[in-house]
């Protein structure tokens, strides 16, 4: 067990280019979800999977953002046309769902800087 | 939107004292979580407390939880200076399986 890994750690990209996250969860899991967390914030959450189904995406996850995670195995976020609003920390957690959320484990995160 | 919101936003405390942080939140919930981030790193889980549980240990670690206020504590006994981070609480409401987070403390421990 390695633990949930994103790649990468940290991009610095220009306003308007396009950029992807990757996140390897836990491989036992079945649950994984991406947050947004901004400076002095708690993480927000954008999207989560069950298997390869994206079962819900919140109001923050606007249309140049889009998630996958085909054959339910790693995930990833792409974010088009970055805008400098969308500079944050990007997490990934996974877990495994029985009944009710259990305990999330996060990646160390994949921070964006958009100039 | 985040629905818990923890109290105080900073504490500064001496190694070797208490620190006591408290969480409200709005709805009803299955359980709550605490987690714990050091500066610029993943949240890493500390805790969960389930909707029918008061209390719950771990190690120096103390939750109480109280369904009718609303409102949950962590308490973190003989601080150390490692304990430095940031800490959050987490609502699991059951409804759609994700959790919430408040927007976290500040714990500095001085050594």
């Known amino acids: 067990d390695t633990g949930v890994s994103q790649d990468p750690r940290h991009k610095i990209t220009k306003r308007g280019q396009n950029v992807t996250f990757r996140c390897d969860p836990i491989s036992e899991h079945n649950r994984l979800y991406w947050y947004r967390q901004t400076l002095g914030q708690g993480p927000e959450f954008l999207t989560y999977f069950q298997n390869e189904a994206q079962l819900e995406k919140s109001r923050l996850l606007s249309d140049r953002f889009s998630a996958e995670r085909p054959k339910g195995s790693f995930s990833t976020l792409e974010i088009q046309r970055t805008e400098q609003g969308d500079s944050a920390m990007y997490l990934c957690?996974?877990?495994?769902?029985?009944?009710?959320?259990?305990?999330?484990?996060f990646g160390e995160g994949s921070r964006l800087t958009v100039l | 939107s985040q629905q818990g919101e923890e109290d105080p936003q900073a504490l500064s405390i001496q190694e070797g004292e208490n620190a006591t942080m408290n969480c409200s939140y709005k709805t009803s919930i299955n359980n709550l979580q605490w987690y714990r981030q050091n500066s610029g790193r993943g949240l890493v889980h500390l805790i969960l407390?389930?909707?029918?549980?008061r209390e719950k240990h771990s190690g120096r670690l103390r939750v109480t939880l109280d369904t009718s206020k609303k409102s949950s504590s962590l308490l973190i006994t003989a601080s150390r200076a490692a304990d430095t981070a940031s800490y959050f609480c987490a609502t699991d409401t059951g409804a759609n399986s994700k959790l919430t987070f408040g927007k976290g403390i500040t714990l500095s421990v001085r050594p």
């Open positions: 957690a996974s877990s495994f769902v029985g009944a009710g959320t259990g305990e999330l484990f």
């Open positions: 407390i389930r909707s029918n549980e």
